[in-house]
């Protein structure tokens, strides 16, 4: 159905702040609250499309200065609008992306945040999932993994690093203290207890390499072969680091994510240590892929809708993958209910579905689509039916998160300053062990 006349009226842009536990990573601490921005456009066909990005008053700025070279145009025309963006903001570039895990381009955000929005207009207006938009289902339920985090004791958000003694089952696993390779496989089994994951990723670059080296051998222990295992030390260790841990580690790690920093360090990393390698920071968007391919630096190369431009876009990336015969799964950071649609819909889509897909999901108990958050069932979440993402905003969930948003204080995501807060002088290394 094509409506030639079908314009964008407005753009409303509302960042939020999300409780989250105090979880470790190689660049500090999770703050009590991470940062997403909310995302709605409105038409003039009176439908009106949403979408969830991660939270950066940069990236909200940069929103807002956009806002009006899309006002009046067609919500469809992405390559028009991508155009403009382009032209106004400037083509990222690969040092924009930063050293820590996650993303910090601006263009990327800003394509993913309409191109999801867009979707879900084009959805609705045609009563169909997003998925379909996409080319259709090939599964109905899309796997993913526990994400697994050394953390301090504290559920975050209004609780701060503070334990709510009511808690019960995943309620209570999330807010326990995990710094040992025990508490991990404490943490693994209440997260799989509650959710069904039938994968397992541990955050690493967190404490000493040889603690998470155990960490993985115990959880191997504890759940058997069958259990697939990943560990993710974000780019802090140095090679030596990797190859002595990496041998221990083999034929126990489905994959080794981001062990090392750069594709030149994971293709010497791929002929020393006899575990495919998995990047979300080596290799992270189309420019960077003829590197990886030529070098063979990474075998599985982690999506992520928010950093790659949208549905599309790592739908393309999926292909390629495909065709050089790479493995393909995704990445996240902590995040709500229309990001994981759009994730759900996305994974139903791709032909080539490898690995379980990562989320932070469980991680927070907050939520801001109606009915509450999706159902994590025997690891994998049914792809909502409805039209378009198939959620919709709890816009008093909405204002709730906002002026939460509003009094906590953060504007950037900023693990070391989280980190200091707990460990005064502490500072992020690039490479660390
Ligand atoms: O949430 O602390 C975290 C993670 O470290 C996240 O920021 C990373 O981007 O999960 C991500 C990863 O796989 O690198
Ligand atoms: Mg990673």
């Known amino acids: 159905m094509k409506n030639p006349t079908l314009q964008i009226t407005d753009l409303i842009i509302t960042p939020i702040a999300v409780g989250d536990p105090p979880l470790l990573n190689a660049a500090g601490l999770h703050a009590p609250y991470a940062l997403r ?18 939270g950066s008053e940069q990236i909200r700025q940069a929103l807002e200065r956009a806002k009006p070279l899309i006002l009046g145009k067609h919500p469809f025309q992405m390559n028009l609008l991508k155009q403009l963006l382009t032209a106004h903001f400037g083509v990222d570039t690969a040092d924009q992306r930063g050293n820590k895990p996650w993303d910090q381009r601006q263009l990327i955000h800003l394509f993913s945040a309409l191109e999801v929005a867009s979707l879900d207009i084009m ?15 090939a599964r109905d339920r899309v796997p993913f993994a526990a994400y697994l985090f050394y953390k301090y004791e ?74 697939p295992l990943r560990l993710d ?35 010497q990393l791929a002929q020393l240590v006899d575990i495919p390698l998995a990047t979300n920071m ?23 809708h928010h950093f790659w431009g949208g549905l599309r ?38 032909p080539q579905f490898d690995y379980a897909l990562d989320t932070h999901y469980p991680w927070q108990s907050d939520e801001v ?36 948003y509003k009094i906590c204080g953060l504007t950037e995501r900023d693990d070391q300053a989280a980190m200091q807060a707990k460990q005064p002088g502490w500072e992020f290394q690039p490479l660390r062990w």
């Open 369 to 404: 689509i109606k009915g509450g958050k999706l159902e994590i069932v025997e690891g994998a979440v049914e792809v909502p039916n409805g039209p378009g993402l198939g959620v919709e905003i709890d816009q008093a969930e909405l204002q709730r998160l906002h002026e939460n």
């Open 313 to 350: 876009a790592s739908m393309e990336l999926n292909r390629i993958c495909q065709t050089f015969g790479r493995g393909f799964s995704m990445h996240s950071n902590s995040h709500l209910g229309i990001s994981m649609a759009a994730m759900v819909h996305l994974g139903a889509a791709i």
């Open 282 to 304: 080596c290799t992270t968007s189309f420019s960077d892929l003829p590197g990886s391919i030529h070098l063979s630096s990474e075998q599985i190369i982690l999506s992520d």
């Open 37 to 54: 921005i909310i995302i709605e456009l409105e038409t003039n066909a009176g439908v009106t499309g949403i979408s969830e990005i991660p």
């Open 154 to 227: 504290g559920a975050g958000g209004t609780l701060g690093f503070t334990i709510d003694p009511e808690a019960e089952g995943w309620e209570s696993g999330r807010q326990k203290e995990a710094l040992t390779p025990d508490q991990i496989v404490e943490q693994a089994k209440s997260m799989c207890a509650a959710f069904g994951f039938q994968s397992i990723k541990l955050k690493g670059g967190a404490l000493e390499p040889e603690l998470e080296c155990e960490s993985i051998l115990a959880l191997r222990k504890a759940f058997g072969e069958e259990m």
């Open 123 to 137: 959805g609705k207006l045609l009563n169909e999932p997003v998925v379909n938009l996409l080319g259709g289902k």
């Open 233 to 267: 030390p974000n780019a802090i260790w140095s090679l030596e680091t990797a190859v002595k841990y990496g041998k221990q580690m083999e034929g126990v790690l489905e994959y080794y994510e981001d062990p090392v920093r750069g594709q030149e360090e994971m293709a």
